[in-house]
């Protein structure tokens, strides 16, 4: 088990960057790191008698929240190591160049007698500094520290430099060319105003499904200038719907909770405005909009919509939460081949392509631009402002058209990745062999 002792004796430990102290930072960097303790060190005195109450296998990570803004990535690396002694290193390219490379960055890990060592020397008052340098010459696994990771925080320029580093993190890998240059640039503001506030990343995710619920309400009673007011609603409840993950990354409060909360109302509200608008069309343009056909035309293609949006968010969800272990649909991977797992008779799923389209072979420009962002148009932040552009066109029928079609065609597309993905772990159970699941 792990504990940890953030080192808070400074005056400017106090200070806030991005709506955290630099101290409450670093608390929650070591529990994001899997400590059952932390204590925030104002005083040395306190480290004994804090320390004397650990359990009989003892592992400590000591991290400096004196004068310095950190981060996760700053502590992954030497919790993931079995070392006796391992100590934070700054990288050959890192963001903040006040730390030489190669030199201690403000966290060290001890375990056993070295933990007991490194706590002792602490209640001396021995600067942790000094004890990262000597561990590192008397032969501690050297571990550089990743990207985003600390930066100086002492003076008002240097906490400018580090929210600005820090600011960097609202990105995510999974974002696509729509969502960071048309959606970051405004929810992006927004959540810097809500970093200083007590807001919650949850509590956003209930905003955003107040206004989807509303926007779907408003779309759904029939007059065009209602639908309109209500498509757009829904795009600004897209919007808001970046910052609960931007705010929860910044100020370290994501959870698993919040991610399916996030992930279920992102689900709901694309099921719900499909039916709104549907219902919508049916009111405004009559059920023998198509001819008398003698039956309606709305309520089947909602009801063949809605079964098929179920079987792709079954297949998406067996794929992301079985197999690839995520709660976030963008994690999606089609395609999975089979490698050797860590342990013997084991085997893990890897994805097996890289890009959304895969081809062989030398591909024109025209077709890598194909291949790249092609796959966007079946997204949320894609649909959501090419939905509003219809309704502003008083074309609403169109948008309820191309939202039933995508349910059909996804359910094909996931469907038979699902088939693919279930005959593989058939093959593999004949085999004998086990499937690592990811934790």
């Given at each position: 088990?792990?504990?940890?002792?953030?080192l808070?004796?400074?005056?400017?430990?106090?200070m806030p960057v991005v709506?955290l102290s630099l101290?409450?930072?670093?608390r929650r960097?070591?529990?994001?790191?899997g400590?059952?303790?932390?204590l925030v060190?104002?005083?040395r005195?306190?480290i004994?008698a804090?320390w004397?109450?650990?359990?009989?296998?003892r592992?400590v990570l000591?991290?400096?929240?004196?004068?310095?803004?950190?981060?996760p990535p700053?502590?992954?690396?030497?919790v993931?190591t079995?070392a006796?002694?391992a100590v934070?290193?700054?990288p050959?390219?890192?963001?903040?160049?006040?730390?030489?490379?190669g030199a201690y960055?403000g966290?060290?890990?001890?375990r056993g007698a070295?933990?007991d060592?490194?706590?002792?020397?602490?209640?001396?008052g021995?600067?942790d500094r000094?004890?990262?340098a000597?561990?590192l010459?008397?032969?501690a696994v050297?571990?550089?520290?990743?990207?985003?990771a600390?930066h100086?925080?002492t003076t008002?320029?240097?906490?400018?430099?580090?929210a600005?580093l820090l600011?960097?993190?609202?990105?995510?890998?999974q974002?696509?060319?729509i969502?960071r240059?048309?959606?970051r640039?405004v929810?992006?503001?927004?959540t810097?105003?809500l970093?200083?506030?007590?807001?919650?990343?949850?509590q956003?995710?209930?905003?955003?499904?107040?206004l989807?619920?509303l926007?779907c309400?408003?779309?759904?009673?029939?007059?065009m200038?209602?639908?309109i007011?209500?498509?757009?609603l829904?795009?600004?409840a897209?919007y808001?719907?970046c910052c609960?993950?931007?705010?929860?990354?910044?100020k370290l409060?994501?959870?698993?909770?919040g991610a399916w909360?996030?992930?279920?109302v992102?689900?709901?509200?694309?099921l719900?405005?499909?039916?709104a608008?549907g219902?919508?069309?049916?009111a405004?343009?009559?059920v023998?909009y198509?001819?008398?056909?003698?039956?309606?035309?709305?309520?089947?293609?909602?009801?063949?919509a809605?079964?098929?949006?179920?079987?792709?968010?079954?297949?998406?969800?067996?794929?992301?939460i079985v197999?690839?272990?995520?709660?976030?649909s963008?994690d999606y991977?089609?395609r999975f081949?089979?490698v050797a797992?860590?342990?013997?008779?084991?085997?893990r799923?890897?994805?097996?392509?890289?890009?959304p389209?895969a081809?062989?072979?030398?591909r024109h420009?025209a077709l890598t631009w194909i291949?790249?962002?092609?796959?966007?148009i079946?997204?949320?932040?894609f649909?959501?402002?090419?939905?509003?552009?219809?309704?502003?066109?008083?074309?609403?029928?169109?948008a309820f058209l191309?939202?039933?079609v995508g349910?059909?065609?996804?359910?094909?597309v996931?469907?038979l990745d699902h088939?693919?993905?279930?005959?593989?772990l058939r093959a593999?159970?004949?085999r004998?062999?086990?499937?690592?699941r990811?934790a």
């Open positions: 088990m792990l504990d940890a002792i953030v808070a004796d400074g005056s400017g430990t106090a709506g101290a409450e930072r670093a960097v070591a529990v994001r790191a400590a059952r303790r932390v060190a104002r005083d005195a306190a004994a804090w004397s109450e650990a359990a009989a296998v592992s000591v991290v400096r929240a004196t004068d310095q803004l950190v981060h700053l502590v992954g690396g030497l993931a079995a006796e002694r934070a290193v700054a050959p390219a890192a963001a903040a160049t006040d730390v030489a490379p960055a966290a060290l890990l001890g070295a933990a060592q490194l706590v002792a020397a602490l209640v001396r021995e600067d000094a004890l990262g000597a561990a010459a008397a032969g050297a571990v550089p520290h990743g990207e985003i600390r100086p925080a008002t320029t240097e906490r400018t430099a580090a600005r600011y960097r993190s609202i990105h995510k890998p974002d696509n060319a969502t240059y048309l959606y640039p929810s992006f503001p927004l810097r105003l970093v200083h506030t007590p807001v919650t990343p949850n956003v995710s209930y905003a955003v499904a107040v989807i619920a926007g309400w408003l779309t759904a009673r029939g007059p200038g209602s639908a007011a209500g498509t757009a829904c795009l600004v897209s808001l719907d609960d993950g931007e705010i929860a990354r910044l409060l994501s959870s698993k909770f909360l996030d992930t279920v992102d689900e709901l509200s694309q719900a405005y499909m039916l608008v219902w919508h069309c049916r405004y343009f009559g023998d198509l001819g008398a056909l003698g039956f309606d035309p709305w309520l089947w293609a909602m009801a063949i809605t079964l098929t949006y179920a079987i792709s968010i079954y297949c998406i969800y067996f794929n992301i197999v690839v272990g995520s709660a976030n963008q991977v089609g081949e089979v797992g860590a342990e013997p008779g084991s085997v799923l890897r994805p097996a392509a890289s890009q389209i081809t062989a072979g030398e420009p291949a790249t962002y092609a796959p966007y079946v997204r949320k932040d649909v959501s402002w090419l939905a509003l552009i219809l309704a502003v066109g008083h074309q609403t029928q169109v191309l939202l039933v349910g059909p065609a996804t359910a094909v996931v469907g088939l693919r993905l279930r005959l593989q593999i159970a004949r004998g062999a086990r499937v690592t990811p």
